[in-house]
C-alpha cells in the first residue's frame, strides 16, 4: 500500500513530528555494486536495444558489402656476394649491406608503374577507382566541398596512373623479417591469381632493374675516373718539370749547401777566437795600468820574464829594506842605499811595463783588423749559406707537392681498379628462398565473425551511451535524493491515472487502486504533519508547470469529501487557472473578480453536487487593476467559519510571486514533484522560496511516478513498490 505511516495520537505536539530519514544501506563509493549496474542496463534496455539495432543496421550492408581478401608473400634474401668482399680489403669486411635502401628499390614508382601495366592491374575495378561508382560517403564529402567553395579542379591524369599507385600501394606490403637479410613481399588482391602474381612480378623487375642499375653506375663510375686519372698524370708531370727547371736555374748541387754551412763553422770559430784574444789583452792593459807600482796587483797578470824577473827583484828588496830599517835607523847609510837601488828597480819595471802596454796595444790593433776581415767574410759566407738554404727549401716543397700529386695519382689508379674488379664481380646477391603461391583460403574471418563484432560494439556504444544519459540525468527520482534538504516531509509517490480514467469519470466513483491508495497515504501525511488532524488551508504548488500540481490538489480535494470532510477548493492560478471548467464551464465570476472589488465572496463560491465540493475558479484576470491578495484571508475566514478546508492549487512557485505570497497566508504548503522531470537543484530552490516566507515544513509528494521504471532503480523507497506488493495491489484493486 501506498502509506507513510498511522497518524499519531492527537496529544502529539506538532513540533515533534520531523522527516527522519532512514539509515543508509547504500554501498560506499569505493565497493563495486554490480546490481547497479544490472539495474541500469535493465533502466535503459529499450535506448540500448534501440541504439544497438540501429548501428547493426548501420554497419549490415556494410558487413555484406566485405569480400574475400587473399594474400599471397615472397621471401628473398639479399646480401653482400663474398668475391665483392674479398675484393675490397683481402678480408671479407666491406661496408655492412643497406637493407632498408634495397626495401626503398622494391617500392619505388618506377616498379610499382611496370607491375600494374604488365600485370594490367589498371583493369581491374579493385585497383582503378575510375571503373567503381563513387561510393555515398564520396558524394557527401564532394557535396560538401562544393558548398563550402573547396572544390578544386583535379591535374591532369592521362591514364589515371596516378590514382592507381596508392590502391596499388595499400594491397602491396614489403618489409624486413626481424633482425634477418630476408625480406618479405606481400599482396592482397580479391583474385588469388593475382595475390601471388604481384610478388614473383615485382621481384623480377627489382633484380632486372637493380642489374641495370649497377651496369650503368659501374660505367659511370669508370669513365668518371679515367678522366680524374688523366688530369691526375698531367699534374704530376706538370710538377715534376718545374721542379727540374727550378734545380737548373738555382744550380745547386748536393754538396754546394753542406760546403758553405763548413765555411761559416770555421769563420764563426775563427771569429769568436778574435774576440777572446782581444777581450784577454784588453784584460791585461787594464791591470797593468790599474796596478802602478803595486807588484802584487799583477799576481794573476801574464807579463813577460823580464818584467817578471823585475817584479821579483823588486820585491826582494822591499823585504831588504823592512829588515834593515828594524836593525837600523831610519837614516842609516844602508837603509838610505836601499831605498836609492828600489827606486832605480821601480823606474826600470816603469819602462818595461810601458813598453809592454805600447806591444799589447798594437796587437789589439791587429786583432781588430784580423776580425774586421773575418765578419766580412762571415757575413758573405751566411749569404750565400741563406741563398743555398732558400733554394734548397723551395726545391723540398716542390718535390712534397710531386709526392702527393704521385699520391693521388696511386690512389686514383687503386680506385680504377677497385672499380674495374667489382665490374666483374656482383655487388649483392638475391636468392628467393620462396615465390609466392596461389593462397587456397580468404584472408581474415567470415561475415558471420563481422557481424558478431558489429552486433558487440553496437552492445557496447549503445550501453556507454546508455550511462552517459543516466549520469547526466539529475532530476528528482526518490526521496532519497533530498533527504540531505532540511525541512521537508515525504507524502509518498503519486502514480499515473489509469488509461481511460479522468477526474470527470471517477467523481464519486473511488473503487481503490494505487492512485487512491497513494491519495489516502497524501492525507495521512498532512495529518501527521500537523499534529494529527488536518491543516485547516493547504496550498499546493510546484516548481515548474506540468508537475501535476493540479491533478494532486482536485484529487487530494475528492479524497478529503469522500472521507465526509468539507472542503473548498480554490484556484490560486490567477493567470491560467481551470478549475471552473472541470466542474462547471462557462462560469465567469471567480477569485480574480473578489481580489479586485469587482465580485461578493458570496458570488464566487460554487457548489459540486456530485463530489460535494465548493469550488472557487479562477475568474477574469483584470489588465487594469492588480489583485489584493489581502482578500485571500476573508476567503479563508470564510472556509474556517463553514467548517471547510481550504485548498489552493496556486501557480509554480517559481514562475509567481503570488504563491509565495499565498504560502504565509495558508497553514501548509504542499509541494509537488514529476517524478524524472525536475532537477533537484529546482526543488531545492522552490523549497528555498517557501521557507524564505514560512519556516514551517513542506509536505512534498512525488507525482506520475513509473512504478516499474522506479523499483529498476537502487533507491530504499523502492521496496514500496516493490514487485510482490505490485501484484498485491492488482489482486485487491484491479
Known amino acids: 500500500m501506498m502509506t507513510v505511516g498511522m497518524p499519531p495520537a492527537s496529544n502529539v505536539p506538532r513540533s515533534l513530528i520531523r522527516y527522519a530519514p532512514p539509515v543508509s544501506l547504500e554501498p560506499r563509493p569505493e565497493d563495486f555494486d554490480l546490481f547497479a549496474g544490472l539495474r541500469l542496463i535493465r533502466r535503459r534496455m ?12 548501420a554497419a549490415f550492408p556494410f558487413v555484406l558489402g566485405m569480400k574475400p581478401v587473399y594474400h599471397a608473400e615472397s621471401r ?65 564529402r564532394d557535396m560538401l566541398r562544393g558548398l563550402l567553395g573547396n572544390r578544386t579542379s583535379a591535374p591532369a591524369d592521362p591514364d589515371g596512373m596516378e590514382r592507381i599507385i596508392p590502391e596499388y600501394y595499400r594491397a602491396l606490403s614489403v618489409g624486413r623479417d626481424g633482425a634477418t637479410a630476408v625480406i618479405r613481399i606481400g599482396f592482397e588482391s580479391r583474385d588469388p591469381e593475382l595475390a601471388a602474381a604481384v610478388p614473383n612480378k615485382l621481384i623480377g623487375i627489382y633484380l632486372k632493374e637493380r642489374e641495370n642499375s649497377l651496369r650503368l653506375r659501374l660505367a659511370s663510375a669508370l669513365s668518371w675516373i ?28 748536393s754538396e754546394g749547401p753542406d760546403e758553405q754551412g763548413k765555411a761559416v763553422m770555421d769563420l764563426s770559430a775563427r771569429q769568436a777566437s778574435i774576440v777572446q784574444n782581444r777581450a784577454q789583452v784588453d784584460a791585461t792593459i787594464s791591470a797593468l795600468l790599474a796596478a802602478g807600482d803595486q807588484p802584487e796587483a799583477l799576481a794573476n797578470v801574464v807579463v813577460p820574464d823580464n818584467i817578471g824577473t823585475i817584479e821579483r827583484d823588486l820585491r826582494r828588496q822591499q823585504h831588504d829594506l823592512e829588515r834593515l830599517l828594524k836593525t837600523y835607523g831610519d837614516n842609516a847609510e844602508e837603509v838610505v842605499a836601499q831605498r836609492a837601488r828600489i827606486a832605480r828597480t821601480q823606474s826600470d819595471l816603469g819602462i818595461e811595463r810601458e813598453r ?19 765578419r766580412a767574410d762571415l757575413m758573405s759566407a751566411r749569404r750565400k749559406l741563406s741563398g743555398y738554404t732558400l733554394a734548397q727549401a723551395e726545391l ?27 665490374a666483374a664481380l656482383p655487388g649483392v646477391e638475391a636468392e628467393i628462398l620462396s615465390p609466392a603461391a596461389v593462397p587456397l583460403l580468404p584472408q581474415g574471418h567470415g561475415r558471420a565473425f563481422y557481424l558478431i563484432v558489429a552486433l558487440l560494439a553496437s552492445v557496447c556504444i549503445a550501453a556507454t551511451a546508455a550511462f552517459v544519459r543516466e549520469m547526466m540525468d539529475k532530476s ?13 516531509i515525504p507524502a509518498g509517490f503519486v502514480p499515473p491515472l489509469s488509461r481511460g480514467r479522468s477526474l470527470p469519470v471517477f467523481f464519486g466513483h473511488s473503487q481503490g487502486g494505487l492512485f487512491d491508495e497513494a491519495m489516502r497515504s497524501a492525507v495521512i501525511a498532512l495529518k501527521q504533519s500537523n499534529g494529527g488532524r488536518f491543516p485547516a488551508s493547504v496550498i499546493v504548488t510546484s516548481a515548474h508547470g506540468g508537475e501535476g500540481k493540479s491533478l494532486f490538489a482536485r484529487s487530494l480535494a475528492i479524497e478529503l469529501a469522500a472521507e465526509g470532510q468539507r472542503v473548498l477548493l480554490i484556484d490560486g492560478d490567477l493567470r491560467r487557472g481551470n478549475i471552473g471548467s472541470l466542474f462547471e464551464p462557462g462560469l465567469r465570476l471567480g477569485l480574480n473578480d473578489f481580489l479586485i472589488g469587482e465580485a461578493a465572496l458570496a458570488d464566487i463560491v460554487r457548489h459540486h453536487s456530485t463530489t460535494g465540493i465548493d469550488f472557487i475558479p479562477r475568474g477574469n484576470p483584470s489588465l ?96 514500496m513498490i516493490s514487485k510482490d506488493l505490485m501484484e498485491y495491489q492488482k489482486k485487491n484493486y484491479g
Open 226 to 253: 679515367d678522366q680524374r686519372v688523366g688530369e691526375q698524370r698531367r699534374r704530376v708531370a706538370s710538377a715534376r718539370e718545374a721542379m727540374e727547371r727550378y734545380g737548373k736555374a738555382t744550380g745547386i748541387a
Open 76 to 140: 628473398l634474401m639479399i646480401h653482400r656476394s663474398l668475391a665483392s668482399g674479398l675484393a675490397q680489403d683481402g678480408l671479407g669486411r666491406g661496408d655492412a649491406l643497406d637493407l632498408a635502401s634495397e626495401i626503398e628499390r622494391l617500392l619505388s614508382k618506377g616498379s610499382a608503374e611496370r607491375v600494374i601495366r604488365d600485370l594490367k592491374l589498371d583493369e581491374s575495378a579493385e585497383f582503378n577507382p575510375a571503373l567503381r561508382g563513387t561510393s555515398l560517403a564520396g558524394r557527401l
Open 46 to 57: 529499450v535506448m540500448i536495444a534501440t541504439l544497438t539495432l540501429l548501428l547493426t543496421a
Open 476 to 488: 528528482v527520482r526518490s526521496y532519497d535524493q533530498l533527504e540531505a534538504i532540511p525541512g521537508i
Open 624 to 719: 487594469d487593476k492588480r489583485p489584493n491578495l489581502a482578500g485571500v484571508a476573508a476567503v479563508l475566514e470564510f472556509a474556517r467559519a463553514n467548517g471547510q478546508v481550504a485548498i489552493f492549487d496556486s501557480a509554480p512557485i517559481l514562475a509567481s510571486t503570488d504563491t509565495v505570497q499565498l504560502t504565509a497566508l495558508v497553514e501548509r504548503t504542499v509541494l509537488v514533484v514529476r517524478w524524472a522531470k525536475v532537477s533537484r537543484q529546482a526543488v531545492e530552490y522552490a523549497l528555498r522560496r517557501v521557507k524564505s516566507i514560512s519556516n514551517d515544513d513542506v509536505v512534498v509528494t512525488i507525482n506520475k511516478v513509473n512504478l516499474k521504471r522506479h523499483s529498476l532503480y537502487g533507491f530504499r523507497d523502492g521496496e
Open 396 to 422: 723540398t716543397r716542390q718535390q712534397h707537392g710531386l709526392d702527393r700529386e704521385q699520391a693521388a695519382l696511386d690512389k686514383l689508379e687503386e680506385q680504377r681498379w677497385t672499380l674495374a674488379a667489382e
Open 356 to 374: 809592454y802596454i805600447q806591444s799589447q796595444r798594437a796587437t789589439l790593433a791587429a786583432l781588430d783588423l784580423r776580425e774586421a776581415a773575418v
